[in-house]
């Protein structure tokens, strides 16, 4: 077999697109962040991670056009070189003032941020503990980094404690988790993972990608909202913060080591002039207008309960992620492109980034989504409950990944009687 003849088996897709229920990669015509045109329809956006709305904010939007004419359009090298702007080091000292860290550094991504520090700081001699629904960037950084990696139970800190209390005591360890989980909304015990790492020597490093401007005082994230710190917090601008990038933030001694071992930092072009001046601003507007993530918060309750009285089950979510537990993927699919047709955008979540037969449709909450547009997206969903609650106790577990294998006229047969069975 060539190296390119598995690409051949992905020839389903076409087939989903044919049946207009492939929903990814939706093509965007136009955006205002809360509403999008696609396929030259209006929806509400319920699948967006701009928590804030501040991608659309004209200060936001300002600060980027000025800072591509002031600095130009890319830093065209490294910051470890040539590309290190005044702008990143004025972006860095706002964010440790903001979250109350030494220091910051920024990243071109998020992933790069997370893959760079846990390659940077963890060995071979050293032990990672990890949340089983961590983010693919730590999962990633962990396994390069050639470290004992080892993963508990999601949220199960019992289990941690028991894994933690078996590593040599004098071994460096790490614990390592979600702030907020990306596709439940729940938030991580942090207050419990601070005292089991009291207990047993480790350092905490926390990803708070989605709790960054969605809880905690202000807006100050996961830790915050314990009224705690971690020795490590990560956040990411492509969320809240309406821009595109990555942090660490942490002592002085750590970034500074970073700053000399992280491959991703040295070896990768400084994120642009543009995106550090939109992230900059946006942070200035979340320092500034703590309303903007109360107003968020009170969206996201509106609509849980909207989701919770159509007899909806919404997985515990305690934040402005809410996912919508629907079951078997040809479900999620068809429920996918019904909110489609009734102006709603949403994401559906299938295996294997989920356990089989348990696909979730995730919506997220942002301060910029109007009452409408919310009872808008209720409706939609209210509309389809009868056959989300039918799948809900439907064991089904062929996953449309399995299907990728399939031969196309099986596959094709397979997706017909599977669309067939779910609109029944
Ligand atoms: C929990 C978490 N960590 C890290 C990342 C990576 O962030 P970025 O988009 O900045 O690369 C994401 C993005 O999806 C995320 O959800």
Redesign the pocket.
Known sequence: MDIFEKSQSLNVIDLLKRVKLYPFFRKIEDTQGATVVSDNKKLVMMGSNNYLGLTHDPRVIEASVAATKKWGTGCTGSRFLNGNLKLHEELEETLADFLGYESALVFA????A?QGAITGLCGPSDYIYSDKEN?A??VEGCKLSKSKFIVYKHLDYDALEERISKAPSDASKLIIT?GVF?MTGRIADYKRIHEIAEKHGAMTYV?D??GLGVIGEGGRGTVSHFGLKSDILMG???KSLAS???FICASHEVNRWLKHKARTFMFSAGLSPASSAAALKALEILRDEPARVTEQQANAAYLKMKFQEAGLDTMGTETSVIPVFIGDDQTALNVCKQLFDKGVFTTPVMYPAVPRGNAVIRCSVMTTHTKKDLDRAAEAFADLSTMIQAANKNTATDAMFDVMTMSPEKAMSYIKQKIKESQT
């Open positions: 991504t998020g992933f790069m997370n983010h960037c730590i979600d990306s990803d990608a989605h990411t601008f492509s595109q990038g990555g």
